[in-house]
């Protein structure tokens, strides 16, 4: 079992709020990742990081915006949350080293309203 | 980059009958191939990988085989339990040191149903 966690499971907010998505893990991974799930089901990776102070934009233009300042966190924002960003978000590690098992949370859905 | 395509996107069978699921891969350098199951309302969970030395491995009843020439790669579950329904996932990458590994690459899942 991953020890890798996500709040809040469920979000539902007004156009324009700013949300921010937590993600947290205790396996000491580099390496952490976030997807938008849609509900085709496809998953698109938006955001990740190799390590603290690093972060690189996935695949999928997102408004969104991460940190890493430790190792175990790595939130994600979105200063205006519109319609279009309700969808499920995931977020995932994998350590930097050695095996290549990339553990995936629960997972955030977020509808905007 | 890596493009990875998953077919079929649903799948229903007869509890107790066997499920395949395919997928191709464009990168011949990609050298790790998991599956992730995806049950409702959970992210997903890595069942098997296989690495690019190997053609087959299996763990119970899950297999996966390898044809690195053709680039493709698929899922097999045999006697299928209606626990098994969920959306599957492969993925590709090139695993290696920082420098050449690159991300996992996902298929686009495969709804399996499996009838009861």
């Known amino acids: 079992e991953a020890d890798i966690y996500q709040t809040p499971r469920y979000l539902v907010i007004g156009t324009g709020k700013k949300i921010t998505l937590e993600c947290s893990q205790t396996?000491?991974?580099?390496?952490m990742y976030w997807y938008q799930q849609d509900p085709g089901m496809e998953l698109h990776l938006i955001h990740y990081?190799?390590?603290?102070?690093?972060?690189e934009k996935g695949d999928l233009s997102s408004e969104s915006t991460v940190s890493r300042i430790r190792t175990e966190h790595f939130p994600l924002t979105l200063e205006s949350a519109r319609p279009s960003h309700t969808s499920q978000y995931l977020c995932?590690?994998?350590?930097?080293?050695?095996?290549?098992?990339?553990?995936f949370g629960p997972g955030t859905r977020l509808t905007v309203l | 980059g890596e493009n990875v395509e998953q077919h079929p996107s649903t799948l229903s069978v007869q509890e107790g009958d066997s499920a395949v699921i395919k997928c191709t891969y464009s990168?011949?350098?990609?050298?790790?191939f998991p599956w992730y199951k995806q049950e409702l309302g959970k992210g997903p969970q890595l069942i098997i990988d296989?690495?690019?030395?190997?053609g087959e491995k299996k763990d119970q009843r899950i297999a996966v085989t390898l044809n690195k020439t053709a680039k493709h790669f698929s899922l097999h579950i045999t006697e299928t339990q209606p626990e098994d329904s969920a959306v599957y996932f492969c993925?590709?990458?090139?695993?290696?040191?920082?420098?050449?590994?690159?991300?996992?690459?996902f298929g686009s899942g495969t709804q399996l149903t499996v009838l009861p």
């Open positions: 990081s190799y390590g603290v102070n690093s972060t």
């Open positions: 995932a590690s994998r350590t930097g080293t050695g095996t290549d098992t990339q553990y």
């Open positions: 296989i690495r690019s030395n190997v």
């Open positions: 396996m000491g991974h580099d390496k």
């Open positions: 993925a590709a990458s090139l695993s290696g040191s920082s420098g050449s590994a690159r991300q996992l690459t």
């Open positions: 990168d011949s350098a990609s050298n790790y």
